[in-house]
């Protein structure tokens, strides 16, 4: 549910979230060896493909932009990984204000490749593991030719399957890890976010 205010690109989003606890620790979470978040399981909240948000209420207010809107929302584990599954996400597209510009998806038919994780810092102490997670949309990777490659500091990889991913073996510094969805002839599929660009991400001593 989106309430714009009048005036504003303040917007109140209610999600009707049941059977899952919202700040609760996932329990695997220790034995998952990567980053967890101490204010437990949460929202990914990713507009226009932006770097995702977390929330930990259902209830939250957000900026958008003046025009055309792409929103994805999934429940993520503790540890930031999304669930998988139309039950667990909500993917809509919408204007705000009187702007046309923006991203456009039609969300029931576009084969779309959402980017979330890795993001941000990660210490050193968090362990080896950073988990590589992004959403899809419409496409089942394997099928067709379909698949996701991530290129992560210039080496490229093929991702044939749906589900969150581990790098490791990374030294302390900045990287950088780019997605794009790809057809059977490794082809970019068409879309506003099939190509993520070049992501950072920092890990630091402790």
Request: net charge negative; proline share 4%.
């Amino acid at each position: 549910e989106m309430n714009p205010a009048d005036g504003s690109n303040s917007v109140n989003f209610k999600f009707d979230v049941q059977n899952y606890a919202l700040g609760a620790q996932t329990g695997d979470a220790p034995d998952r060896g990567c980053a967890n978040s101490a204010k437990g399981q949460h929202i990914h909240f990713i507009l226009n493909n932006a770097p995702y948000k977390a929330h930990y209420q259902a209830d939250l207010n957000e900026e958008v932009s003046d025009g055309n809107n792409v929103l994805l929302a999934f429940l993520s584990r503790s540890y930031h990984e999304s669930i998988k599954g139309s039950q667990a996400a909500v993917v809509t597209s919408f204007r705000s204000g009187d702007g046309t510009g923006g991203p456009r998806i039609d969300p029931s038919k576009d084969m779309t490749l959402f980017y979330s994780r890795p993001k941000g810092s990660y210490k050193s102490s968090d362990g080896d593991k950073i988990l590589l997670d992004f959403y899809l949309l419409n496409c089942e990777l394997g099928q067709l030719g379909h698949k996701v490659k991530a290129t992560i500091n210039d080496e490229d990889f093929i991702l044939n399957a749906w589900k969150a991913y581990f790098v490791e073996g990374l030294d302390i510094g900045t990287h950088k890890i780019r997605l794009q969805l790809l057809d059977e002839n490794d082809e970019l599929i068409p879309g506003p976010f099939n190509d993520s660009g070049n992501r950072e991400f920092t890990i630091t001593a402790d």
